[in-house]
Each structure stands twice: as structure tokens, then as C-alpha cells.
């Protein structure tokens, strides 16, 4: 009986797929599975398929004991303006959700509705929902993203730092009116194990700012009985996740980030028999993954600069709840972490500023800042500047912000000052090289305001079989000069919706690389799935007082019917300030060739007698190709290539000019482009 009603709910899968016309991607999907993950995938469909039957369902019981603490911390409470505001546009029931400025959800929001396209997804069982269909819940994006509870954090701020109760009562209506709106195991935000967990995480910050198990919310029987159906909803999400993580090719940050909403609910409500053996096996798989997911130079595998702060930051957040309760984690696990906000140090240029490279989302594990001028990557470098005694790290931080205070109080601000009179007169020396990851910085006078700073990107597409995140980038280069911006990496943009975008933005055209025969170097088999990868690598690095020099190249286009292996060679002459890129190429027949250079946005670009002129507030640069008859062309904004586009929010974009050089190669052809530079 079961087996006839599993072949039934399988037929019924793939006549979905059939309708919807994803038949394709299915089985690039299943090629890019191994038969252990088939399996695997089966199994869980063999769950998803028992408990919409009432099978293996979550049955908390009475949650016994008391909760621990969050943090403990002496608070060094930040100026409440900027909270307090953030607190009542929530209450005026106004959110900022991606490209979504105060946005009017209402209050309390219907939490199965989109905000953007104001589809609301049916109240179905959840695992059988497709969530990937807009015409059925939306932009899957815009809806879950408020579901993660960010705004009750800010809420929760809010209360700590004013004692108003308005915020702490407003908190407990949002998540009733959750609780209500989202019945357990049925709906849009009953699909996905990675939205738990960072629900979850955000509900510890939530009750430990709203006062903990002392909280007066919890006074008396309406308290005690609002305090169980809080309880009741975690362990159910602890037990989904618990059966539903990403394995296999799917074993990216979402692994990762299930295991960190596992680990922290489970310490901080240590309140049923199973809590022992979530905190166990999560704090297990994320000693695991902290080591398989980052390489050993401190690269996050998936090769996306904002997934690697999102890694870094859940790796944070759960040492320093773990530290508080006891339960530490290895040193080799704090070694990756260090490691991995060391290269945030190298990347960033001399203004904070980091390139776009790979896949963002815009997403933050909890918002502790509620303001758009909060720097991610600045604030890892705060609190990792106390964490490992790096005077380097606050100096390149320059700053203890909000989110260090939140996370460390008075006792970490106080170390940060140290730190930060330490050795002022040194220069901040962070590596040039990452040969796991596959960065190499070439430049001079970095931390200055005359820094030269040139990142090359000869690493992997990305991540497991399917590279979700990764793009197709290979040998491309950005460059800052003085912190100025001037050649970039255009974004991301677009996830789940607007295929031509994603596919742009994710595409070579929109990376400051070659494309060959109007083709991406890695072939694309959907929004998050890689089905060729293009390999890279380099072959010479050499940084000295005169000249840094790089020299890769990559296989992506040897899968044409004739051959193409694409070299790239980078020199940087110090003293002469001027930076020679080499394009070689080897094959047999006739190609089409195109060089794109993008721009930032802020700079002015002029076309005259060949050569391209780009002005930014303190430099222009030049750029000529002159060993070449090929003329460039500019695009700016053009919706139909589509070219000339950054994207600095996630689905938010503005145009940004494009210079593309376009010719032919056959048999062994080299191109110089020449870019040289003076300060205003």
C-alpha cells in the first residue's frame, strides 16, 4: 500500500515537472546528482510523503527547565535614534525588503503573501509546494525574507535600549500572529530547513533582548501560555530541520546555516529529551563543514564574496553562543574563522569597499544594525580584531561598530581601543595570494590613499557539483585605485525570477574577462545549477618593489568543436604606473572574440582616437589597445543585450558603462590592453 501510494506521489512529481516544462533541468539536475544522493533525495521524499499522512511529526511535549543565555555580555548600548526609528516604521507597519524601500506590509504582515507581486501562496502542505513556481507564490525571495524575523530583532532592540514595553508587546503579536498565520508543516514558509534556522537564531536574539526567561511577556497564565506556543513552534522547527537538511550537492552554506539555527536553538532551549543530540550532531556537522566549506587559506568555497561573510558570520555567531554556555568549538575551527576575516582584509581596498564577485543575496544571519550603511565586512573585522588579538584587523576596521557591541559589550570595545593604539606608525601588511581560492592582489601603497589595488580571480567556478553561487568569471579583474572604484564586478541582481537577468548577471559578458563565440565559459543548466565548469588556474605569481606579475589561464571553452584554451597575463609596473593585461589564445579555426571592461558607476568614461578615457574623483585612467585594430564601443544601460548594469542591492540595478572591444582570433592570436593611470 505504501509503496503503490510512493509511485503514485512520484508519477504525480514528474507530470508536474512535465507541465511546468522543467523537464530539462531535471535531468541536467539528476546528472550533476551521484546514485547516494538519488537515494538520499528519494528518502526524503518518502518523509515528505509520510508526515502529509501524519507520519514522523514533531511531538514536543512539555518543554522542561529554563533557557540559557544568548550571550553574556555587559552591553555597551549604542545610541537608541537610529533603533527606535527603525522600531516604530515596523510598527507603522512599514519593512525594507530588498529593492522594497518602506514598504507598506501592514501590521501585523500576512506572512504567506509576496510583498512584490502580492501573490499569496496557498496554505498547502509545505514540502509539496513548488516554491519555484512565481505563478503560484510570487518571488519566493521577497516572501521569505521578512518570515526570517530580522524586524523583530530590531524590536527587541528597541525594548532593551528604551524599557518602552509598546516594542516588547508588539513582538509577541508578531509571532502570534506567525504561529497562526503559518500552522506547522503547511505553507510557503514550512519548505525550506535554511529559513528555519535563521528564524530560529533570530528568535534567541529576539528572547534574550525581550529579558529571557525572565521576560515580563511571560508573566502569568496568558504569559506562561504565549512562553509554550513560542516554545512548541521551536521544537517543531528543530525537528524539521533535523529531518531535512542539504546534503550532498546541495551541501553548501545552507548546510551550514541549518546546522547553526540547530545548534543555538538547541542551546539555548536545552527544554526536550531530543536537545542533547541536535546540539551534539549540529555543533559535529559544523566542526565538519567549517573545514570542508572554507579552504585552508580562509576562501569560501562557493567563490561569492557575500556568501563568505554570511559563512563567516554564522561560524561567529555560533562559537560565541557555544563559549557562553561551554560548549567551545576546536581551534582549528577558530583558525578558519580567523583565517577568513583575514581575507576580507585583503580584499577590501583602502575605503572598505569589496569587490561584488560570485553570488549575494543581500542576506544577513541577524540584523543587528537596522541601517543601511551598516558595512558587514567592517564589522567581521571589528569583531574579529578582539577575537584573535589582531591590531591589523582594528586598524583596517578603524572602528568598533553596533553589531561588535551587541556581541561583546564594553569588555570587547575596551580591547578594541587597545588594539587599536597599537603600532600606528606600521603599515597593515594582509597577503596578496590565495592560491586555494584562487585570488591573487597586485598593487602598491596598500591602506594609503594613493592604494593600487588589482584582483584577479583564477579559482573554481564554485562549490559542489552544481556551483550555485559561483559565476562565470574566469581571469576576470577588478581594480580600485586611491579607493576609488573603477573596474568592477557588476552584482548579482536576480535569484529566482527573471531568467535573463540571472542569467546575465551570473554570465561572462558581465565580468571583465573574454567571451568566445558569444558563449559563457561555463554552460548553464538553471538559476543555480552549473552543468560544465570551466576550470582555472595560474601558472605564475611574482610580487616585488618594481613589478607584481600573474600569469592563468582556463579550459572553459575547450568543449567547442575546435578548441580554445584562453591565457591571461597581468603587469603592474610600479614606478611607471601603468598595467599591461594580455590576452592569448590558442585554437584552429575562426572565432569571435569580446572584451568587457564594466565601470563603476561613479566614473565618466569618454571614447577619443581608440582609447578610452575613465575618470573617477581622484583618477583617470587610460585604456588603449594598442597593438590591435579593434575600436571599443561603450553600452550603458541597454536592456536588450543586456550590458551595462550594476547591481549593488539585490534586485535593485542602475546602468553603469561598459566598454567591449570585439574581433576575431584564428590559430595562436595574443591582444595587449593597456591601462595607465594618474592621479587628479
Not at 468 to 476: E, I, K, R, T
Request: proline fraction near 4%; charge should be negative.
Amino acid at each position: 500500500m505504501l509503496f503503490c501510494s510512493l509511485s503514485k506521489f512520484l508519477l504525480k512529481q514528474v507530470v508536474m515537472v512535465l507541465n511546468i516544462k522543467k523537464l530539462g533541468w531535471l535531468i541536467a539536475r539528476l546528472r550533476r546528482m551521484s546514485v547516494p544522493e538519488v537515494l538520499y533525495r528519494v528518502r526524503m521524499v518518502c518523509l515528505t510523503e509520510a508526515q502529509s499522512r501524519g507520519c514522523f511529526i514533531a511531538e514536543p511535549g512539555d518543554a522542561a527547565g529554563k533557557s540559557c543565555p544568548v550571550l553574556d555580555v555587559d552591553l555597551a548600548l549604542p545610541d537608541a535614534g537610529n533603533y527606535l526609528q527603525a522600531a516604530d516604521r515596523i510598527l507603522n507597519g512599514n519593512f525594507n525588503i530588498f529593492a522594497l524601500r518602506d514598504c507598506s506590509l501592514g501590521f501585523p504582515p500576512n506572512w504567506n503573501k509576496d510583498p512584490l507581486t502580492g501573490i499569496a501562496a496557498p496554505l498547502v502542505f509545505g514540502k509539496k509546494l513548488n516554491y519555484r513556481d512565481e505563478a503560484i507564490v510570487g518571488n519566493i525571495k521577497y516572501l521569505w525574507e521578512p518570515n526570517r524575523h530580522l524586524e523583530l530583532v530590531t524590536l527587541a532592540q528597541a525594548y532593551t535600549l528604551s524599557v518602552d514595553e509598546k516594542y516588547a508587546h508588539v513582538c509577541r503579536e508578531m509571532l502570534d500572529s506567525w504561529f497562526e498565520q503559518c500552522p506547522y508543516l503547511y505553507g510557503p514558509n514550512w519548505t525550506s530547513s535554511l529559513e528555519h534556522a535563521v528564524r530560529l537564531i533570530n528568535w534567541a536574539f529576539v528572547w534574550q533582548f525581550l529579558g529571557g526567561e525572565d521576560s515580563f511577556l511571560f508573566a502569568g497564565s496568558e504569559g506562561m501560555a504565549f512562553r509554550e506556543r513560542w516554545l512548541r513552534s521551536v521544537f517543531q522547527h528543530c525537528h524539521f530541520i533535523n529531518g531535512y537538511y542539504s546534503r550532498y550537492s546541495s551541501a553548501n552554506n545552507h548546510l551550514l546555516g541549518e546546522y547553526m539555527g540547530l545548534f543555538v536553538a538547541s542551546t539555548v532551549w536545552p527544554c526536550w529529551k531530543e536537545s542533547s543530540y541536535w546540539q551534539e550532531s549540529a555543533k559535529a556537522g559544523l566542526e565538519i563543514e567549517a573545514l570542508k566549506q572554507n579552504f585552508t587559506d580562509g576562501c569560501n568555497r562557493e567563490q561569492g564574496i557575500w556568501y563568505h561573510h554570511e559563512v563567516a558570520d554564522m561560524l561567529l555567531l555560533c562559537g560565541l553562543v557555544g563559549r557562553t554556555n561551554g560548549v567551545d568549538f576546536s581551534k582549528d575551527y577558530w583558525a578558519r574563522l580567523e583565517a577568513m576575516i583575514e581575507f576580507i582584509g585583503s580584499m577590501a581596498n583602502a575605503k572598505m569597499s569589496v569587490p561584488m564577485i560570485g553570488d549575494s543575496d543581500d542576506a544577513v544571519m541577524v540584523r543587528f544594525v537596522p541601517d543601511d550603511g551598516f558595512s558587514v565586512y567592517q564589522s567581521l573585522l571589528a569583531t574579529g580584531a578582539v577575537l584573535f588579538n589582531r591590531s591589523d584587523f582594528a586598524r583596517k576596521a578603524g572602528f568598533f561598530d553596533d553589531k561588535s557591541r551587541w556581541l561583546l559589550g564594553k569588555e570587547g570595545e575596551s580591547v578594541f581601543t587597545e588594539l587599536l593604539s597599537v603600532s600606528q606608525n606600521d603599515s597593515i601588511v594582509f597577503r596578496q595570494e590565495y592560491p586555494a581560492g584562487g585570488y591573487y592582489i597586485l598593487g602598491k601603497d596598500f591602506e594609503t590613499d594613493k592604494e593600487v589595488k588589482l584582483i584577479v580571480d583564477a579559482g573554481p567556478l564554485g562549490y559542489t557539483s552544481i556551483a550555485a553561487h559561483g559565476h562565470a568569471d574566469a581571469l576576470a579583474m577588478v581594480l580600485s585605485i586611491g579607493g576609488d572604484e573603477i573596474l568592477i564586478d557588476p552584482g548579482t541582481y536576480a535569484y529566482h525570477t527573471e531568467r535573463k537577468w540571472r542569467d546575465y548577471f551570473k554570465g561572462t559578458s558581465a565580468h571583465n574577462t573574454v567571451r568566445i563565440d558569444f558563449q559563457d565559459q561555463s554552460v548553464s543548466g538553471g538559476n543555480f545549477l552549473w552543468t560544465t565548469h570551466a576550470k582555472a588556474w595560474f601558472d605564475l605569481f611574482e610580487v616585488s618593489t618594481e613589478q607584481d606579475c600573474f600569469r592563468g589561464a582556463h579550459d572553459g571553452y575547450t568543449r567547442l568543436a575546435d578548441p580554445v584554451v584562453h591565457y591571461r597575463s597581468v603587469r603592474f609596473e610600479k614606478e611607471s604606473e601603468r598595467i599591461e593585461v594580455c590576452d592569448s589564445f590558442d585554437c584552429a579555426q575562426e572565432h569571435e572574440i569580446e572584451l568587457f571592461w564594466h565601470i563603476s558607476e561613479s566614473c565618466s568614461v569618454e571614447i577619443s582616437e581608440g582609447s578610452v578615457f575613465i575618470h573617477s574623483p581622484k583618477v583617470c585612467l587610460e585604456m588603449s589597445m594598442p597593438e590591435s585594430e579593434m575600436e571599443p564601443k561603450m553600452v550603458q544601460g541597454n536592456e536588450n543585450l543586456p550590458l551595462g548594469w550594476i547591481s549593488r542591492r539585490f534586485d535593485f540595478k542602475v546602468p553603469s558603462p561598459t566598454i567591449v572591444w570585439t574581433g576575431k582570433i584564428e590559430g595562436k592570436s595574443k591582444f595587449l590592453t593597456l591601462l595607465k593611470y594618474t592621479f587628479k
